[in-house]
Nanobody
């Protein structure tokens, strides 16, 4: 039973920073994590979009709009996925979701929403 719980959202001024966390459980034990994990976001009236993803080997990919500002990583010892967001802009506002794709073997990370099967409830980010 996979569980994902996000936290760390809030309201900040443009140029500020936030660190989002996703605590996960129910994953199979292995020296490398199974599947890929990602952060998506959705603003009112917009479709959900991929922000950052990471595979079990630590390889990452980012949306062009956040490259150089956001960083994703995972901590195997703490069962935590983190998204560090710096230089925030108003257009970064939205509900941020942690997601998991239980792929057994991947050749890299991706931001294809249909592939992600497990989702958290989200944490709100507001930049003014």
């Amino acid at each position: 039973h996979v569980q994902l719980v996000e936290s760390g959202g809030g309201s900040v001024q443009a140029g500020g920073s936030l660190r989002l966390s996703c605590v996960f459980s129910g994953f199979s034990g292995y020296t490398r994590w199974r599947g890929n994990m990602a952060w998506f976001r959705q603003a009112p009236g917009n479709e959900r979009e991929g922000v950052a993803a990471i595979d079990s080997e630590g390889t990452t990919t980012y949306a062009d709009s956040v490259k150089g500002r956001f960083t994703i990583w995972q901590d195997n010892t703490k069962n935590t996925l983190t998204l560090q967001m710096n230089g925030l802009k108003p257009e970064d506002s939205g509900m941020y979701y942690c997601a998991h794709d239980p792929v057994r073997c991947s050749n890299g990370p991706y931001l294809l929403m249909p592939r992600y099967k497990n989702w958290g409830r989200g944490t709100q980010v507001t930049v003014s």
